[in-house]
C-alpha cells in the first residue's frame, strides 16, 4: 500500500460557497480506491481554513492543514509610474494573483526591466518596476584630428555634422544619424587634401616657376610665359580652388611679329606691340621723302616679317 496517500487541493477565487460544497472523491481506478483518494476544494474564503482529514474504507487516515489567504499584490497605479518614472508606459490587468502589469517605452527609449510582472500567491509582484533609457549610439571620436564636427549628443535621432578646415574636403557623407539600434546610419568621415591635376603646359610655352613639386593643393599659384615671337593669350597666372579646379583654363601662346620699329623721316601704319600673321604694314613718309618699293612687309606665320620696312628717301636721291 502505497503511504502516506496521495492528497491533492485545487483552489478557484470563485464566489464563496458553504464548507459542505467540498468534494471527497475516490480515486477513479478500482484498485486504488483502498489506499489512494483526493480532497479537492473548488469555492473557497479566508474562513475556510483549517484542518482536513481523509479516511479510508480500512481506517485509514491522513490531514492537511489548508490556509485559505486572499492573495494581493501591491496595487500599480498608471499615473503614479508616470510620474516616478520618467517615459515609462504600463497596463495593469489588475492586482489580484495571477493577475499581470505590462510595461514599454516610447520610440528612442529601451525598457530596462522585465516588460511583465504577474502578482504571485505570496502577495510580491514577480519582480521591480523597469525603467526606461534612452537610446544612444557610440560616442565619436574621430581618427582624423582636422575633421570638425557639429555640436552633438548621441541618443536616438540626433544628427551630427562634419567639416573640413581651408583646403580640405570631406570623404564620405557630410551628416549622420543615430539609429534605434544604436548604430550610426554612417561611417564617420575623413579630410582628404584637395588637389588640382597638373596645369597644361601650352606649346611654345612654359611655367616660369613651379615650387609645389607636382602637388598642386588649394592656394597653389602657377605662372605662364612664352618663348620668343610668341604672346600669351588668356590668364598669365592661375590659382588652385577650393573645388579642385583651376581658377582659369590654361593659358595659349600664339605666334606674333614684333614690333620692326619706324623708319627714319616716315612712320608705319598700324601701330603696335605685336602683330598677328598676316598682318600688313604701310609705310608713311614725311614730306620730301618717299619709299621705292611698294610691297609691304607682312607678318609671316613662323613669327617674320617678309621683308624689312621700306626706307623713307630724300625724293631727290631716288
Not at 623708319?263 to 604694314?281: C, H, M, Q, S, W
Request: hydrophobic letters at 30%; proline letters at 9%; glycine letters at 8%.
Amino acid at each position: 500500500m502505497k503511504w502516506p496517500p496521495d492528497l491533492s487541493a485545487e483552489f478557484q477565487d470563485e464566489p464563496w460557497a458553504d464548507f459542505e460544497q467540498f468534494s471527497l472523491r475516490w480515486a477513479i481506478a478500482p484498485e486504488e480506491r483502498d489506499w489512494k483518494y483526493r480532497l479537492s476544494i473548488y469555492y473557497t474564503k479566508p474562513q475556510d481554513s483549517g484542518v482536513f482529514t481523509c479516511a479510508t474504507p480500512k481506517g485509514l487516515t491522513n490531514s492537511i492543514n489548508v490556509v485559505i489567504t486572499d492573495a494581493q499584490c501591491e496595487r500599480i497605479d498608471t499615473e503614479t509610474v508616470r510620474h516616478k518614472y520618467r517615459h515609462l508606459r504600463v497596463r495593469a490587468e489588475g492586482a489580484k494573483l495571477g493577475h499581470s502589469v505590462h510595461f514599454h517605452c516610447p520610440t528612442g527609449f529601451r525598457l530596462n526591466g522585465t516588460a511583465n510582472l504577474t502578482c504571485r500567491a505570496n502577495g510580491k509582484w514577480s519582480g521591480s518596476i523597469p525603467t526606461c533609457l534612452p537610446i544612444q549610439c557610440p560616442k565619436i571620436e574621430p581618427e582624423d584630428p582636422r575633421l570638425i564636427l557639429s555640436p552633438h549628443n548621441t541618443t536616438f535621432g540626433s544628427r551630427v555634422f562634419f567639416s573640413c578646415p581651408w583646403g580640405y574636403k570631406l570623404t564620405g557623407a557630410p551628416g549622420i544619424e543615430c539609429y534605434l539600434d544604436s548604430t550610426w546610419s554612417a561611417e564617420v568621415p575623413e579630410c582628404a587634401a584637395v588637389r588640382c591635376p597638373a596645369p597644361k603646359v601650352p606649346d611654345n610655352g612654359r611655367l616660369v616657376e613651379d615650387e609645389n613639386g607636382g602637388e598642386y593643393g588649394v592656394g597653389s599659384v602657377v605662372q605662364f610665359s612664352c618663348e620668343a615671337k610668341h604672346s600669351l593669350l588668356g590668364e598669365g597666372s592661375i590659382v588652385c580652388t577650393e573645388s579642385g579646379e583651376w581658377s582659369q583654363p590654361p593659358p595659349t601662346c600664339r605666334t606674333h611679329c614684333d614690333y620692326p620699329g619706324e623708319p627714319a623721316n616716315g612712320r608705319i601704319v598700324p601701330l603696335k606691340f605685336t602683330y598677328e600673321p598676316g598682318d600688313r604694314l604701310k609705310v608713311t613718309c614725311h614730306p620730301g621723302f618717299v619709299t621705292r618699293l611698294e610691297a609691304e612687309p607682312v607678318c609671316l606665320q613662323d613669327g617674320n616679317w617678309s621683308q624689312p620696312v621700306p626706307e623713307c628717301r630724300n625724293y631727290r636721291d631716288v
